[in-house]
């Protein structure tokens, strides 16, 4: 059976290219019944969140198959948040989310951002929610994994160190948690 990655990158031509070495190397571990698409989102250097919802539910409504969300940064923020409003669809098996920011913990005016207050009721159908942190990311505080944390308890929740906002050294949990949600949809 044939999977497909939409991985939502997160804000910056810099961390564009980031991600670019993650997918690669998924591409490359996974093999051919992975699939990855990778958008690219203009102005990434100035995100908006109509920018990054658009292109997550432009590809994701294009995709026939299986799904898994992979999200980086911002743009896993804006796919919690767009799940916060919309019904996960039964084509998605599974989220892995990392170095997440959690905008409701900040002091500026970031409410465009910010996940909805009914955030449960439309994720609660999914069990597969997979959120990375490392300690060592020197972007996104720990105390706001742990607000995620709170809100979902039931997500599969990886701890990691020794890595960067990059989360290059998180390819072999990213594969092992692929093809782990990939078999547990009936492959």
Known sequence: MNYEILFIQGAGEVTRAE???????????LGDDFAILLPTIKDADQP???????????????????VILLGH???????LKHFSREPVPDKVIGMILFGVPYWKDQNWDVSEYEIEDDFLANLSKLDNIYFYHSTD???????QFKSYQKLIPKAHWKVLSGMN??????????????????GASGS
């Open 165 to 182: 906002h990059s989360y290059h050294g998180a390819i072999p949990d990213m594969i092992q948690d692929i093809q782990d949600l990939a």
């Open 73 to 79: 940064s911002f743009g896993a923020s804006v796919i």
């Open 48 to 66: 908006t969140y109509l920018a990054w919802e658009n292109a997550l539910i432009t590809n994701l409504n294009s995709l026939p198959g299986k």
């Open 137 to 143: 990311d020197e972007v996104i505080p720990y105390e």
């Open 19 to 29: 991600e670019q070495v993650i997918a690669d190397a998924l591409k490359t571990e």
